[in-house]
């Protein structure tokens, strides 16, 4: 059974920084994809940014780029999240997703999610 368990959101004022973690467990996560996507009220569910488990590929979404850092330490198996100059429109659910197939494709196993709010 694959788990994903993410941590570290909550409330920031605009400018501010959280750094969310994802500590996956169950499976051997060498050859897998890892990514965090946000989804805010009302709207679908976004890439933020993904990374290959075992290898230099990385993906950032543009309204993210230079204020988001993704990084991974596979001796813990986990994901991290470091987010700097955050926006209110940052505000949203957090997920922490997996995948065997590729850096932006085929995510199949999903956190249960952290709540981050920014205010302005």
């Known amino acids: 059974q694959v788990q994903l368990v993410e941590s570290g959101g909550g409330l920031a004022q605009a400018g501010g920084s959280l750094r969310l973690s994802c500590a996956a467990s169950?499976?051997?996560?060498?050859?897998?994809?890892m990514g965090w996507f946000r989804q805010a009220p009302g709207k679908g569910r976004d890439f933020v940014a993904t990374?290959?488990?075992?290898?230099?590929?990385?993906y950032v979404e543009g309204s993210v780029k230079g204020r988001f850092t993704i990084s991974r330490d596979n001796a813990k198996n986990t994901l991290y999240l470091q987010m700097n100059n955050l926006k209110p429109e940052d505000t949203a659910v957090y997920y922490c997703a997996a995948s065997v197939r590729g850096l932006r494709t085929g995510y199949a196993y999903w956190g249960q999610g952290t709540q981050v709010t920014v205010s302005s």
């Open positions: 169950g499976r051997t996560f060498n050859s897998w994809y």
């Open positions: 990374i290959s488990w075992s290898g230099p590929e990385i």
